[in-house]
């Protein structure tokens, strides 16, 4: 969709779909109140009799024309004063949904001009951006038939009074980030025999060809010679070649960069541990922190953010072939530390670990890795936080913060020395699983023995990474986090 901005009052606007909020228990947003004057108190009586509460994400199409609209859509967003921002988002996803639903090829949005708790009218012209294009978002490129209703294609938002500079930059920057997150979720919703290692170094390549990054690709040759056995150990079982993908992205001179490591496997079978078959299709999204990685480099080299970054993507798949490794093998990973392989499907931590070892090389001032690890996360938390382990308390603190700004949350666990000797092994310096309690906490143990020479985060997108059921797909979290973390960190040069 193509976002501009408007200054005009509501009933002025030329447009297929106006929408305007309505505030839970009484009370016009003052667009609201401008659309009734113009319908002499139409709006007011439709609230008194109670056909809307206001309550956030409501919505109630109004089929008649006012001014210069078509229609009028009015959209609850709760107490005035009280729209929280995750309530903000959801009340622009589903009028932008309800729109498409009446087939308006445009839409006026006015939310934008209604006051979110603590946040800034930049904030709420960036996160509309975000929240619209999430509800716009299809993925039926494999589809001969294409269903459904065609989506808007513009959408005019209305400055919260930004001066035009602060709004401009709030609209090319809520871009970026929408754009970012379609981009992972296409290459996230591509099944597996489409979407590759082969095909995700081809992404960063591409990234690379447009410019501002630097693309530089690991083979198997090269990492056999560095001694990369931990994620070699996990490409064994399948034919397609393994890749470690290195994107590099400067946009602040020689400073130390922010490492951010994405899991890439583009098909976890569980190898010879096999996973049960019921939904395991959707094990095409265990590539999903690569996706946020490639995503993330690519927005911030849109908003040419002052800051340096590195992606590293270790991306193969997890299959059970004839070469596969087998429960009790034994590894040597890159750090020199062996690993006993008691479970295949614990493939994650093997790969992830190579290229934690490897991010030393760039002296990062930070390392965040992102990864689609373990079911024990999506049963602690769920899908409303991913979860959030790390060596250093500051690092932590900052990211969830930022994942709050924007919604997009991350909860801490707790990484205590006392849970390392679940990975006690008798045979090798550590087992790659360390039993059924507390799995998330073991899988980020194992990787901590790996990141102690910098600071490292660890976030856990098991849960939060895509949707099963009817709405099947991937989210596109956490870039929105990451991306607000990043511009926290970028300092004006
Ligand atoms: N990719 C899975 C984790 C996963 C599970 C992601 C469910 C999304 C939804 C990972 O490779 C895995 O299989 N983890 C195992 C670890 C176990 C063997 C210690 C798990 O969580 O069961
Ligand atoms: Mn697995
Ligand atoms: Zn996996």
């Not at 480099?297 to 193969?316: H, S």
């Not at 059970?320 to 392989?341: F, H, N, R, Y």
């Amino acid at each position: 969709m193509e976002y501009t901005l408007t200054q005009e009052a509501p009933d002025q606007c030329a447009t297929d779909c106006l929408v305007v909020g309505i505030h839970e228990h009484g009370g016009l947003s003052e667009a609201a109140a401008a659309v009734d004057r113009a319908l002499a108190g139409e709006i007011a009586s439709i609230v008194q009799r109670g056909d809307i509460e206001g309550k956030p994400g409501q919505t109630l199409p109004l089929l008649r024309r006012v001014g210069r609209a078509e229609r009028v859509l009015l959209v609850g967003m709760g107490v005035r004063g009280e729209c929280k921002p995750s309530q903000f988002k959801e009340a622009v996803t589903r009028a932008l949904q309800a729109a498409t639903e009446l087939r308006a090829k445009t839409v006026a949005n006015f939310l934008t001009a209604v006051p979110v708790k603590d946040r800034s009218a930049a904030w709420a012209l960036e996160q509309a951006i975000v929240a619209s294009e999430e509800a716009v978002y299809r993925f039926d490129r494999l589809k001969t038939r294409t269903p459904g209703r065609p989506v808007p294609q513009g959408c005019a938002l209305m400055n919260p009074g930004l001066a035009e500079d602060a709004a401009r930059t709030a609209l090319q920057n809520g871009t970026a980030i929408a754009r970012a997150v379609s981009f992972a979720k296409d290459l996230a919703n591509l099944p597996g025999n489409m979407c590759t290692p082969s095909y995700l170094a081809e992404q960063a390549q591409g990234l690379a060809a447009r410019g501002g990054m630097k693309a530089q690709l690991l083979e198997e040759a090269e990492m056999e010679s560095l001694g990369m056995g931990a994620l070699l150990a996990v490409a064994r079982g399948t034919h397609e070649p393994a890749k470690m993908i290195i994107l590099e992205y400067r946009g602040r001179g020689d400073a130390a960069p922010i490492v951010l490591v994405g899991k890439g496997v583009t098909f976890d079978s569980g190898g010879i541990s096999l996973k049960p078959p019921a939904n395991m299709d959707e094990m095409k999204f265990d590539m999903c922190g690569a996706a946020t990685v490639l995503a993330v480099l690519k927005a911030a080299a849109e908003m040419r953010l002052a800051i340096n970054l590195v992606g590293l993507i270790p991306t193969t798949e997890n299959l059970p072939g004839g070469s596969a490794i087998k429960p009790g093998d034994i590894v040597t990973s890159l750090s020199g530390q062996t690993i006993e392989i008691l479970n295949t499907d614990a493939e994650g931590r093997l790969i992830l670990c190579d290229a934690l070892s490897y991010a030393e090389r760039f002296k990062p001032a930070a390392v965040i890795d992102v990864a689609t690890l373990t079911g024990a996360c999506v049963i602690a938390l769920g899908a409303q936080a991913g979860g959030l382990l790390g060596n250093n308390e500051a690092l932590s603190a900052e990211l969830e913060a930022a994942g709050r700004t924007v919604a997009d949350r991350v909860w801490p666990l707790p990484l205590w020395d006392e849970y390392q000797k679940q990975l006690d092994s008798n045979f090798a310096d550590m087992a790659n699983v360390g039993g059924r309690e507390a799995g998330t906490i073991t899988a980020a143990c194992f990787l901590a023995r790996f990141t102690e020479n910098y600071p490292w985060a660890h976030l856990d997108i098991a849960g939060i990474a895509y949707k099963s059921g009817k709405d099947k797909g991937a989210t596109g979290r956490p870039i929105p986090l990451l991306l607000e973390f990043l511009r926290g960190r970028a300092q004006p040069v």
